[in-house]
């Protein structure tokens, strides 16, 4: 990749001539606003030329996917274009053999990466992408060592690696990603996964929408009692118990991310659960309303309970004194210590 | 697991005790200056932990010989000696908290008799009463076939009267122990689990009865005898089983010469959790409800903890109500939940236990 095998030269290329079909070359797939961009294009101009390659007799595109779009929007004929020239020198040497195919396949997906990401950052899907489309041809220490120039930014090959790893989810783990359903951390976890498993983990996560660490939570629980119970994950994951919560459409996606995660947890610490529930219930019902709180100890190990209210003035602060006296004679505050 | 690679430290004095062990580990020794080249070698391995428990290092013990127990805050230590003949294992129990304690693991085997005899003797002449055990960091009995340790250390506790020597194994190596004058100074403890739990997660250790019918072996010898269960693994019917394991003790030895038996439920230290996740693939030891417990080691959530107590308590009460059980690591609310009482001072269970000591073994 030294020496460019390719010469680019500006025209005006028909919109007919251009084969959208064709994106091999697609790095990004963010969801630019083409509406926007075909109305700054009538009023600015189209700043930068997209980047075609001539293959045969139709035009694929290199870099320019959304500019495109938005011309053909604008119901334009033409777009301008730097196309790439097949018949040049170095890529007649293809057919001689002194120069591989693939070669040249590489330098215009490099074209393609460089064109999106000295744009604007690649997300990290966008990564993931241009990382597999270019694994295909180099190894990740290759990549780590050129990252600079492909990348706009150094990567370490560890990170290529897993990187390329999560790419092999199935397109709906990408899609995830994309959605902000699957966090990279959770991928990663995903992806040492087999493909059954992952599908039914992404089922999941793309019904909710959960933080990164209630995603690995999710994981490593769902995991853990699949083997402690020597179920399959898809078993474990379609249980009646989640699968209730997550057809449920009457509950936003909030409140059905929480009762995912309460069930999953109810099913890894039954017991723990209880307990929980059962102080909780019993908390609730001595009616110290939201002032005065009671903190049980953290999963019962040691045996002190906190007790705690603030106030703003002396007023207040009887008032919160004297709900907590009229609990002392009642007998479930009694029944909480003896949990 | 079988020894195929043997260390000794050049400075290793070729007396007596180590031409035995050599002769009867019987593979030819390397011998190194310091243990680099032991480290390299065990971490050069894919599963350094298999290796390591492959490979014998005869080194000297460059740390202390004798020690208190570091115990912990929050859960009541029974104030237990130990003496370090030794590290690491050959057997090869999943839940082995060994395995995330040294790094590497090295399976260390302490020369020097003399060593042992003069701390031995110093603590001797305290006049007081110490239990002393050399299971802590490795079983008591592994090198028994191959080595004169055990049979040192027994003849050495049965000069005197003030203290007892507890050996802690899940083998059944008491041959060379067997017909010596031990003078009832020295207890042959097993540690015991249900045959589920020693089928699936104490690879290379003897079976059950295999161990139960040493201790038979060793009562008949006058030995006094502890057992410990520990660690207690929470699985579907374990109540049962370890009912029966209760059932099968009794079978065997009488309650007159149990000296203590000991029960403490599963707890690790968060980072064994990989490990067995790594080495034991089938193992699910480690999904039970554990808690982070307060010194910082996975527990079983205290109310399952307290019922199985419960259960095996009252069962082992029914057999020998005047037989010491006691908790390995517990704390206050579950001695009173399960025991109706708690050793609160400092030493008090100690004492309990000393006094068990001096009763079952005749101390001063």
């Known amino acids: 990749m030294s020496e460019r095998l390719y010469e680019l030269k500006i025209s005006d290329v028909d919109l007919t001539d251009i084969d959208l079909a064709d994106d091999r070359y697609r790095i990004s797939h963010s969801q630019t606003n083409t509406a926007l961009l075909a109305q700054s294009i009538l009023e600015i101009g189209l700043v930068n030329p997209v980047v075609l390659l001539l293959v045969h007799d139709k035009h694929i595109i290199i870099s320019g996917f959304n500019r495109v779009k ?42 393609a990466i460089g064109a999106a990401c000295f744009k604007h950052q690649l997300s990290q899907v966008e990564l993931i992408k241009s990382l ?165 100890p953290p999963n019962f190990e040691a045996q002190q309970f906190t007790f705690s209210f603030t106030a703003k003035t002396y007023k207040q602060f009887v008032r919160h004194f004297n709900k907590l006296t009229t609990a002392v004679q009642d007998l479930k505050l009694k029944d909480i210590f003896s949990a | 697991m079988k020894i195929n690679r043997l260390y000794i430290e050049k400075t290793i004095v070729h007396d007596d005790e180590i031409n035995y062990l050599i002769s009867k580990v019987g593979i030819d020794p390397e011998f190194v200056s310091d243990a680099t080249p032991v480290y390299e070698y065990i971490n050069a391995a894919m599963d350094p932990i298999s290796r390591a428990k492959q490979t014998l290092f005869i080194t000297n013990n460059k740390g202390a010989v004798i020690r208190e127990c570091p115990g912990t805050t929050n859960y009541t230590c029974c104030d237990y000696t130990i003496l370090h ?27 020097g008799l003399d060593s042992l005899k003069n701390v031995l003797e110093e603590k001797f002449k305290l006049n007081k009463t110490f239990r002393i055990g050399t299971g802590e960091f490795t079983d008591s009995l592994i090198w028994e076939k191959i080595s004169l340790t055990p049979k040192f250390l027994v003849e050495t506790f049965s000069k005197q009267n003030t203290s007892v020597l507890e050996l802690k194994t899940k083998t059944v190596n008491i041959k060379s122990v067997l017909n010596i004058d031990h003078n009832g100074k020295t207890i042959l403890a097993w540690s015991l689990n249900t045959p589920d739990i020693i089928h699936s997660q104490e690879i290379g250790t003897a079976s059950l009865t295999a161990r139960l019918e040493a201790a038979k ?42 000296v203590w038996i000991s029960i403490g439920t599963f707890r690790f230290m968060p980072n064994l959790k990989q490990v067995i996740e790594q080495r034991f693939a089938d193992s699910t030891i480690c999904y039970g409800e554990f808690i982070l417990g307060l010194d910082n080691k996975m527990r079983y959530f205290k109310p399952l903890r307290i019922q199985l107590y419960r259960t095996l308590v009252s069962h082992l009460k029914n057999y020998a109500p005047d037989l010491l059980v006691y908790f390995c690591m517990e704390d206050e609310e579950v001695w009173q939940k399960t025991m109706g009482f708690f050793p609160s001072k400092e030493g008090e269970l100690g004492a309990l236990l000393d006094e068990s000591a001096s009763k079952h073994c005749n101390l001063n």
Not at chain 1, 77 to 95: D, H, Y
Not at chain 1, 233 to 260: C, F, M, P, R, Y
């Open chain 1, 132 to 296: 597999i489309k270019l694994s295909v041809f180099m190894d990740a220490g290759h990549i780590a060592h050129k990252s600079g120039t492909l990348f706009n930014t150094q990567l370490n090959q560890k990170y290529i690696d897993e990187l390329i790893a999560i790419g092999q989810l199935q397109p709906q783990g990408l899609a995830l990603l994309e959605s902000g359903h699957l966090s990279i951390k959770a991928a990663k976890k995903l992806s040492v996964l087999n493909g059954p498993d992952v599908l039914v983990f992404l089922m999941l996560l793309g019904a909710v929408k959960a933080s990164t660490s209630v995603q690995l939570e999710m994981i490593l629980y769902l995991t853990e009692i699949s083997k402690r119970d020597k179920l399959s994950l898809k078993s474990v994951i379609q249980s009646s118990e989640i699968e209730t919560i997550i057809d449920d459409e009457n509950i936003d996606l909030i409140t059905k991310t929480q009762q995912v995660r309460d069930c999953i947890y109810q099913l890894r610490f039954p017991e723990l659960f209880k307990a929980r529930q059962d102080v909780k219930q019993k908390i609730n019902s001595l009616g110290l309303g939201r002032a005065v709180k009671i903190e049980p």
């Open chain 2, 85 to 111: 003949t030794g590290t690491f294992c050959t057997m090869d129990c999943s839940y082995c908290i060994l395995q995330a304690y040294f790094h590497p693991p090295v399976l260390q085997y302490f020369a």
């Open chain 2, 217 to 258: 072996k060793a009562e008949s010898k006058g030995y006094r005898l502890a057992f410990h269960f520990d660690p207690l693994v929470i699985y579907p019917d374990c109540e049962n089983q370890y009912k029966k394991v209760i059932d099968l003790i009794f079978e065997y030895v009488n309650p007159g010469s149990i």
């Open chain 1, 70 to 111: 938005a011309h053909l929007l604008n119901k334009a004929l033409t777009i301008t274009a730097r196309v790439i020239n097949p018949e040049t020198s170095k890529q007649k040497a293809i057919g001689s053999g002194a120069i591989k195919s693939e070669t040249i396949y590489i330098d215009y997906l490099v074209l």
